[in-house]
C-alpha cells in the first residue's frame, strides 16, 4: 500500500523490532506473545512496513504528560 | 469429584437423541411411587437413589459418593406415545414447511441444494456463524410456499401452527407420531441446510420419545417441622408425567378406545409441555391445591427470579442494615449514626479469650433483648446457640475460652457504608459506629458529595466486616480520611460546603469578637489548645488558631487574590471556597500532603464547624430586599436591554436588506441567529456586571456566591432583573406555528420577545408569554434527565464491568486476569491520580521545598 500513510502526523510511529529486541522485551515484562496486544496482519500500517506474523511491533506515541510513550504489539492473522 | 482443565476448542449445540438420554442415565423410571411404607425411595421412581443422594448419611448407588460430593445422575423415562416439545414448535413448522410432505426430501433441486449449501459455508467462513443463521432464515422462508417437490413432484400442502402446539396439513391434523416419520424420512444431506450437523441434530430427535428425567440434586424434597416430606415442583410434574404416562401404557395395551387413548395422550402432552414451561399463552398454568402455579423449567432460568439474574448475577449478604440517610452536622465525617433498633440486629463475632472472659460475659447476661448486650452464642464445634430466657443461664455457665459470642455492636465498631449507584470507589466506605436514638442512618452532610446523596429520601445500606481481616481492611483501606483525595483528578472530594464557607469568608474577611467569644468559639468547635488572645479578637486569629503552628500556604482566592498563610498564620487574604471547598480546596489538599489523610480530616471537619458556629455569632440569611435594585441600576439596566433590542431590530433590518455579513461556514439565517444570541448575551453578561458593582458587600447573596458557597452572579441577575434567553438544543426556540412561536407574534417575527428572551426578572414575576417558553426549556431539561440518565448509566455500567479486572502491577503495567497487558505504563506515565495535583506532579514545587527552606 502506499507509504504515504506512514506521513500522517496522526499515526504514531510503528517499528518491526528484531529478534533480539522482541526478546528483550519479553524479557522484561515476563510475558509471553500470547500475552501481549495485538495488530491485524491486515493493518494498513503493517502491510507498508511488512511486518510477518509474530513479529513484534514497536508504537511510539506522542504523550502530553510522559512526551513519548512505547506500545508494543503482536502481528496476528486473524 | 475429579475436574479437568482443558481449553475450549469450540462447542457444538444439539438435541438429545434417544440414544444419548439412554446412555446419560442411570434408571428407567417406570413408576409414580415416590416412597415405599418405611419412607424409604422406591426403586424405579423419581426419587431413586441411583439419581443422587440428597440425605446426609446415605451413599449414591450409582456413584458411591457422599451427600454433596455427588452431583446427581439423570434417569429416564419411556414415553407411551412420541410427545412435542413445547420449545421447538416454530423449528418443527419450519423444518416441515421446508421438507416434502410424501418423500421427506428438502424443497430444492439437488443443483439447487448444492449451491445454497456452498453459499453458506462461504459465507459462514466470511461473515461467521450469524450471518449464516440469517441466511438460513432466508432460505426456509422462501421454502414455505412452494407448490410441488422437485424430487417427487407430490403436490404440497400448506403446514400451519395452531397455537401452542397442533400442527395442520391444509385441513389434517398432524400427531407427533406422523411428525416423526416425516422427519425420520430426512436424509442426512438434507439437514445441514437447515442448520444442523446431523451427527448432533437429527430433525426426528425434536419429538419426544424418551425424556430424561433430571438427577434428584437439582429438585430435592426439604422436610418440614412436622417430619413431613414436602416435594419439589419438578418432582411434582413428573409424578404427573410418570403416572399419566403409565395409564397410557396400560389403556394402549388394553386395546382401549380411540378417543380414551387420545385424552390421555393430550393429558400427557399437557402435562411435559407444562414441565417444560408453565407460562405458555393459551395453556393453563399447572397449579399446586393452593392454587398457586408450579415452577418448572422455563421459570426456574427465566426472569429477575431466575437462576441468572437472581443466583449468578446477584449477591446476597447477612450483617447488612438499610435506612433512610439524615444529616447530623455534630457527628465526625468518619463515623455513622446507627439507630439502637438496627444495633439489636446487627452482631460482632467476639472470641473468648482470657483478658475478655469477663467483659464478654455481661454481653451475655444481657441477653438479646437488652442493649449492648449478644444473640448468639458460638460453641468450639461450630453450634450456633440463639440466647432466650431459657439457655442464658446454661450458655454463661458453660461460657469458656475458645467460645465465639455475637454480640450487638457498639461506638467505634467498624462499618462499611454504601449508597447505590456505587459509581466510583468512594460510594463504599468504612465509618465508626455511632449508636443514636430515631430511626434513621446519621451521616455528617460534608460526606454526602462522595456518596452523591442528599437527605430528600435517599436510604443507604451499612455491612459489619466479621472476620479481623476485614475490619482490618477497612479500617487501614476504607475509612472516610483514606478517600479524601478523589482518583479522578486529585483534588479533595470531601472539603467545606454552603454556610461553612460563608461562615468561613465572612470570619476572614470581616468578623471580629471579644476574647470570650473567641474561646468558646474555638471551644465548640473542639479545638484544646487555645492562645493567648487579646481582648479584641479578629477572625483571622481564630481561623488560624486552628491550623497546625508550622503550616505554610501560598494561595489564590477565588477572585485571585493571593492567601499567605506563614507558621500557622493567615497573614495575608481571606479564606473562601477555592482554599476549602470541594473538588478546589487547594488549603485542605496541602494539610493532607503535610500533615497526613488523619489530621487533614480531622482539621478539615473543625474548618467545617467553624465556619458553621461563626456563623451564629452575626446570623446569616437572605431575603427579598437582598434583591432590591436601586432606582439607578434599574434605569441603566432598563436602557441596555431597551439598547440591545434596538441592535437586534438593527440587525434583523440588515438581514432583511440582505446586507448581512455573513459569518464563514454558516448561512445567512445562521449568522443572524448567532450574532442575535452573542447581543442578548453580551447584554445579560452587562446586566451582571452592573449588578455585581452595585451590590453592598455586606448583601448575603454576594457573600454566597463570592465566597464559593453556591450559585452566582447569573442567578442574581435572574432574580432581580432578567431570566435571559431561553434555549434548545443551543438555538433561541423556533418551534410552534407556522413562522411563528405562538399565534400573537406576527408571522417572521424574530424579535427577541418572539423568540424566547426573557427580560423580567423572577421578582418582578415574568409575564405568560415567557412564562411558557420558561416551561419548554424545563420540560425539555426533565426530558433530557430522564431520557440521559439511565442510558449514561447502562453505558458506564458495561464500561466499568469491562474494566472491572484490570490492575496496576508492581512492574507498572496493567493487565487484566490472564496478565495481557494493556498499558505497558499506567496511564503513559506512571501517576497515581489521586497522589497527584489535578493530574500532575508539579516538580517546580517540590524542588522549592525541598531545597528552598
Ligand atoms: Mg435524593
Ligand atoms: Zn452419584
Ligand atoms: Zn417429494
Redesign the pocket.
Known amino acids: 500500500m502506499e507509504e504515504i500513510i506512514l506521513k500522517h502526523r496522526f499515526l504514531p510511529k510503528h517499528e518491526i523490532l528484531s529478534e533480539e529486541e522482541a526478546e528483550k522485551i519479553l524479557k522484561k515484562y515476563n510475558v509471553s506473545k500470547r500475552q501481549l496486544p495485538k495488530i491485524r496482519l491486515k493493518d494498513p500500517v503493517i502491510k507498508v512496513i511488512g511486518a510477518k506474523e509474530g513479529d513484534l511491533i514497536k508504537i511510539t506515541r506522542k504523550s502530553p504528560t510522559s512526551k513519548e510513550s512505547p506500545y508494543y504489539r503482536v502481528v496476528v492473522d486473524e | 469429584m475429579e475436574h479437568v482443565y482443558k481449553n475450549i476448542n469450540s462447542i457444538s449445540f444439539g438435541f438429545f437423541s434417544p440414544k444419548l438420554i439412554k446412555k446419560m442415565s442411570s434408571v428407567k423410571v417406570v413408576t409414580p411411587e415416590l416412597y415405599d411404607k418405611e419412607g424409604y425411595p422406591v426403586d424405579g421412581g423419581l426419587m431413586d437413589i441411583r439419581l443422587g443422594v440428597i440425605d446426609p448419611g446415605l451413599r449414591c448407588k450409582t456413584c458411591g459418593s457422599k451427600l454433596k460430593e455427588c452431583p446427581g445422575h439423570f434417569g429416564y423415562i419411556e414415553l407411551a406415545r412420541p410427545i412435542i416439545h413445547i420449545q421447538y414448535t416454530k423449528t418443527i413448522l419450519d423444518f416441515l414447511r421446508s421438507t416434502c410432505k410424501d418423500c421427506g426430501r428438502i424443497l430444492l433441486s439437488d443443483e439447487e441444494l448444492k449451491l445454497k449449501l456452498d453459499s453458506l459455508k462461504d459465507i459462514e467462513k466470511r461473515y461467521g456463524l450469524f450471518f449464516k443463521r440469517k441466511k438460513i432464515k432466508e432460505i426456509i422462508n422462501s421454502l414455505k410456499n412452494l407448490k410441488k417437490c422437485p424430487h417427487c413432484k407430490a403436490k404440497q400442502v400448506n403446514v400451519k401452527l395452531e397455537r401452542p402446539l397442533t400442527f395442520f396439513e391444509g385441513d389434517k391434523k398432524l400427531s407427533p407420531i406422523e411428525i416423526k416419520t416425516k422427519f425420520e424420512k430426512i436424509p442426512d444431506e438434507d439437514t445441514e441446510i437447515l442448520g444442523l450437523n446431523p451427527k448432533y441434530a437429527r430433525p426426528e430427535w425434536l419429538i419426544l420419545t424418551l425424556l430424561p428425567i433430571p438427577p434428584v440434586t437439582m429438585r430435592p424434597s426439604i422436610t418440614l417441622d412436622t417430619g413431613e416430606r414436602s416435594e419439589d415442583d419438578l418432582t411434582h410434574k413428573l409424578g404427573d408425567i410418570v403416572r399419566i404416562n403409565q395409564r397410557l401404557f396400560e389403556n394402549i395395551n388394553a386395546g382401549a378406545p380411540e378417543v380414551i387413548v387420545d385424552d390421555l395422550w393430550d393429558l400427557l402432552q399437557y402435562h411435559v409441555t407444562t414441565y417444560f414451561d408453565n407460562t405458555v399463552a393459551q395453556i393453563p398454568p399447572a397449579r399446586h391445591r393452593s392454587g398457586q402455579a408450579l415452577k418448572t423449567l422455563t421459570e426456574r432460568v427465566k426472569s429477575k427470579e431466575g437462576r441468572f439474574r437472581y443466583n449468578l448475577a446477584g449477591k446476597r449478604v447477612n450483617f447488612a442494615a438499610r435506612t433512610v440517610i439524615s444529616p447530623d452536622p455534630e457527628i465526625k465525617f468518619n463515623e455513622v449514626g446507627v439507630p439502637k433498633a438496627i444495633a439489636y440486629e446487627l452482631t460482632v463475632p467476639e472470641r473468648v479469650t482470657e483478658w475478655n472472659l469477663e467483659r464478654l460475659k455481661e454481653f451475655v447476661k444481657r441477653g438479646p433483648k437488652k442493649y449492648p448486650g449478644c444473640n448468639y452464642v458460638i460453641r468450639p464445634d461450630g453450634k450456633k446457640k440463639k440466647i432466650t430466657d431459657e439457655t442464658k443461664e446454661q450458655l454463661l455457665e458453660e461460657l469458656q475460652l475458645g467460645y465465639v459470642i455475637e454480640r450487638h455492636i457498639i461506638n467505634n465498631d467498624i462499618a462499611i457504608f454504601n449508597r447505590q449507584p456505587s459509581l466510583h470507589r468512594m460510594s463504599i466506605m468504612a465509618h465508626k459506629i455511632k449508636i443514636l436514638p430515631y430511626k434513621s442512618f446519621r451521616l455528617n452532610p460534608a460526606v454526602c458529595t462522595p456518596y452523591a ?6 436510604e443507604m445500606n451499612l455491612h459489619i466486616p466479621q472476620t479481623e481481616e476485614a475490619r482490618a481492611e477497612a479500617e487501614v483501606l476504607m475509612q472516610v480520611q483514606t478517600q479524601l483525595i478523589t482518583p479522578k483528578n486529585g483534588t479533595n472530594i470531601i472539603g467545606c460546603l454552603e454556610d461553612s464557607v460563608s461562615g468561613n469568608y465572612l470570619l476572614t474577611k470581616s468578623m471580629v469578637f471579644n476574647k470570650d467569644e473567641a474561646v468558646q468559639l474555638l471551644f465548640s468547635i473542639g479545638v484544646k489548645k487555645i492562645p493567648n488572645f487579646n481582648n479584641v479578637v479578629e477572625g483571622k486569629e481564630i481561623f488560624s488558631s486552628v491550623l497546625p503552628g508550622d503550616f505554610e500556604y501560598i494561595g489564590k482566592t477565588k477572585d485571585n487574590d493571593d492567601v499567605i498563610i506563614k507558621k500557622g498564620k493567615l497573614i495575608k487574604g481571606y479564606i473562601d471556597g477555592a482554599s476549602i471547598g470541594e473538588e478546589r480546596g487547594n488549603l485542605i489538599r496541602k494539610l493532607h500532603r503535610d500533615y497526613g489523610e488523619d489530621v487533614a480530616l480531622d482539621l478539615l471537619s473543625k474548618l467545617f464547624r467553624l465556619g458553621i458556629k461563626a456563623l451564629f455569632y452575626k446570623g446569616f440569611s437572605t431575603s427579598l430586599k437582598d434583591i432590591d435594585l436601586k432606582q439607578d441600576i434599574l434605569i441603566r439596566i432598563r436602557k441596555l436591554l431597551k439598547d440591545s433590542e434596538d441592535g437586534v431590530d438593527e440587525l434583523i433590518k440588515t438581514y432583511n436588506a440582505k446586507k448581512l455579513e455573513i459569518l464563514p461556514g454558516k448561512t445567512a439565517e445562521e449568522s443572524l441567529e448567532l450574532l442575535i444570541l452573542q447581543t442578548l448575551n453580551k447584554v445579560r453578561n452587562k446586566i451582571g456586571e452592573i449588578i455585581g458593582e452595585s451590590l453592598n458587600e455586606e448583601n448575603p447573596l454576594r457573600i454566597m456566591f463570592h465566597s464559593g458557597a453556591k450559585g452566582s452572579i447569573l442567578n442574581l441577575t435572574m432574580m432581580a432583573s432578567s431570566v435571559g434567553q431561553q434555549a434548545l438544543r443551543g438555538k433561541r426556540i423556533r418551534h410552534g406555528y407556522d413562522g411563528r412561536t405562538l399565534s400573537l407574534f406576527k408571522k417572521g417575527d424574530l424579535s427577541p420577545r418572539s423568540r424566547g428572551f426573557i427580560s423580567s426578572g423572577f421578582k418582578k414575576g415574568i409575564d405568560p408569554v415567557e412564562f411558557f417558553f420558561g416551561s419548554m426549556t424545563g420540560r425539555d431539561s426533565l426530558m433530557d434527565m430522564a431520557l440521559r440518565t439511565p442510558k449514561s448509566g447502562y453505558l458506564y455500567r458495561r464500561l466499568a464491568n469491562a474494566l472491572q479486572d484490570l490492575k496496576v502491577e508492581y512492574d507498572y503495567t496493567v493487565r487484566d486476569a490472564n496478565k495481557t497487558v494493556i498499558q505497558f505504563k499506567y496511564g503513559e506515565d506512571s501517576i497515581d491520580v489521586s497522589k497527584s495535583e489535578k493530574g500532575t506532579i508539579d516538580i517546580r514545587n517540590l524542588i522549592r521545598e525541598v531545597i528552598g527552606k
Request: aromatic residues 16%.
Open positions: 446523596g442528599d437527605f430528600d429520601g435517599d
